[in-house]
Nanobody, 130 residues
Framework: QVQLVESGGGLVQAGASLRLSCAAS????????MGWFRQAPGKEREFVAT????????YVADSVKGRFTISRDSAKKMMYLQMNNLKPEDTAVYYC???????????????????????WGQGTQVTVSS
């Protein structure tokens, strides 16, 4: 049974940094795409970033490009989201997610559609004050 557990959220001021962690367990994650998504109150779940477990290739949403970095440590079964220069509009619950890739191309390029992910963590709140 795949389990994903996020940590690292909190309340910070604009301009600060946070690092979110996602601990993955329950199986090996070879051939999996991993992702971070967020959801603010009253808004739809939004893609933030994705990383290939095998290749480490990444793709980041335009809204956070240059500020957020996604990474993974395969040996520790951990995924991270380094968030710098946080803005009030980054306030949301952040979720980590996982799905087994359907093709090598998908595994390398990543998956940005939240509905294609099979496994989800419980979420961690990030609040950025102005």
């Amino acid at each position: 049974q795949v389990q994903l557990v996020e940590s690292g959220g909190g309340l910070v001021q604009a301009g600060a940094s946070l690092r979110l962690s996602c601990a993955a367990s329950g199986r090996t994650f070879e051939n999996y795409n991993m992702g971070w998504f967020r959801q603010a109150p009253g808004k739809e779940r939004e893609f933030v970033a994705t990383v290939s477990w095998n290749f480490g290739s990444t793709y980041v949403a335009d809204s956070v490009k240059g500020r957020f970095t996604i990474s993974r440590d395969s040996a520790k079964k951990m995924m991270y989201l380094q968030m710098n220069n946080l803005k009030p509009e980054d306030t949301a619950v952040y979720y980590c997610a996982a799905v087994e890739s359907r093709s090598p191309r998908e595994l390398y390029l990543g998956i940005t559609n939240w509905s294609e992910y099979d496994y989800w963590g419980q979420g961690t709140q990030v609040t950025v004050s102005s």
